[in-house]
Nanobody, 119 residues
């Protein structure tokens, strides 16, 4: 299993980014992919999840209306479109594989991509 997150960078408060997670080594359509983040000095937090089999999605309350998760099953890729970023959302963003569904427990992790929100 390989998961590679990319698309992070420096963005101003209120700005937008699109993160991508390229996946391989498993049957993409059968499982769920989540995005989690870990800010400096804080615990890891689940942000969003998508079930690739049926498209159901989950968002933590703090990102609803600003983050959108989507997938491209033909490309084995999951995206996280982020709008209206806040400085406190500076974190390393990870994508991870849930072999069951979006239950909040992840079996495989990729390396993260750093998102820095600063003016």
């Amino acid at each position: 299993v390989q998961l590679q997150a990319y698309g992070g960078g420096l963005v101003q408060p209120g700005g937008s980014l699109r993160l991508s997670c390229a996946a391989s080594g498993f049957t993409f359509n059968d499982h769920a992919i989540g995005w989690l983040r870990q800010a400096p000095g804080k615990e890891r937090e689940e942000v969003s999840c998508i079930s690739n089999s049926d498209g159901r999605t989950y968002y933590t309350d703090s990102v609803k209306g600003r983050f959108t998760i989507s997938n491209d099953n033909a490309k084995n890729t999951v995206y996280l479109q982020i709008h209206s970023l806040k400085p406190e959302e500076t974190a390393v963003y990870f994508c991870a594989l849930d072999l069951t569904s979006c239950h909040g427990k992840y079996d495989y992790w990729g390396q993260g991509t750093l998102v820095t929100v600063s003016s």
